[in-house]
């Protein structure tokens, strides 16, 4: 379900730009508006929908998922930490309301203390494996599992 | 300079009535822009039909009085304090911009009518365009939309550029203009600099005033009519077909959502301002 902008809520602030990971968030160079510049790319993962703050973004729907046609509107309230979603057909009958929480932290309370932790040996530092790996990638017999293990080495571009 | 009308000098050359006459259909030229505008972008027609959408949405109606109510907050808000912008930067360059240019245009209407020969009004003239140019040169070196969220140059010109670079050059044009005036560079009919920036501000300001079909200079108009449809809307319960507002330490939403309270308790803190907390800048 590709995002679309409502011309007319939209003033071209930017925050889609910024936040879309796809970089299809675009502004138009002529009324300084943004708008999807490739919705068949689109990740769907409406972080500008969640991040709009003229709650201009909107989702366009498949056929099985709205048979009826709809409109799906987003509003995140990050002061109270919920994410709210209204999916109303266009018959007007079918309306659902979503409410779901985004984090159970206050914002800011969640900061690794980085410079708390011990600096990285040179042995570590050397290590085809990053900081704290060992710990959750998959062991073999406590080998690690490295491309030299394997009877692999890097090539230019992508092979493996 | 900042006490002297600098458009006495003017009568010299350009009678009072060519001038008045020049306000007149400057004035003439923005209703004829905002009609042609209006029917372009068929934006009453959309307006008619959004307030339609949401006469059919709301869940209740809403008396004469509260929209009065509503019409004073539009009034106090999105007309007076800009409210509606979520930057804060934005907005102040806004509100310098929005009360320089009605400084500027009310007290050029003023000294060219003769209404006042007072140098406060040429002190207000000066300080009007002196707002234009600090807001407008804000808004054009680090607010504007393309340069902030997609690393265009700041010099790329477009049409959307019309109504700020004319703005821009209208005020800077005639700060110049009354300088040169001041410092004795010699009057408009001499043909000097004087003139020369003297026609400047009028082209600029021409173009200010005749382009309000392909600039956003209408907007001025029907903001304040968008901001009130808005307020109605939420007020009626239509909400722009947004989700209801959930007070969260409602048992009742608890009992729809139970999500809410597991992962929240019961009482949810303020979660602080999030994402929102710093501007987005990644150029």
Redesign the interface.
Known sequence: MPTFVYMTRCDGCGQCVDICPSDIMHIDKTLRRAYNIEPNMCWECYSCVKACPHHAIDVRGYADFAPLGHSVRVHRDEEKGTIAWRIKFRNGKKDFDLLAPITTKPWGTCIPQLANEAAPADSMRDTQLLYNEPKYVAMNDNALMTLESNGLEIKEGVYY | MFNTNPFDAVTALISTDIQQGYIILMAILVFVGTVLDMMHKK?AK?FAL?TEKNN?NAKRSVGTGEKAGIAIAVVANEILTSA?F??TK?RISHMLTMYGFILFVASTATMIFGWSTDALVANLWHTGALMLCLGGYWFWFFIR??V???GVKWYQL???DIFIVSLLTTATFALIWSYLQSSGAGAVADMGWTTLFFALFILSNTVLFSTVMWS?FAHMFFKPA?AFQKRVAHADGGN???????D?SDPA?HA??P??PM??GKN??????????EP???Y
Do not use: F, T, W
């Not at chain 2, 722009?240 to 959930?246: R, V």
């Not at chain 2, 949810?268 to 907390?277: K, V």
């Open positions: 934006s959309y959004d059919k509606e979520c930057n934005r939309v393309d902030n969220s997609e477009r049409r959307a956003k968008a722009l077909n947004l989700p209801a507002d959930y969260l939403v729809r959502y999500d809410v992962y929240m949810p803190p303020n979660m602080g301002a999030g994402i929102r907390r987005a800048n990644h």
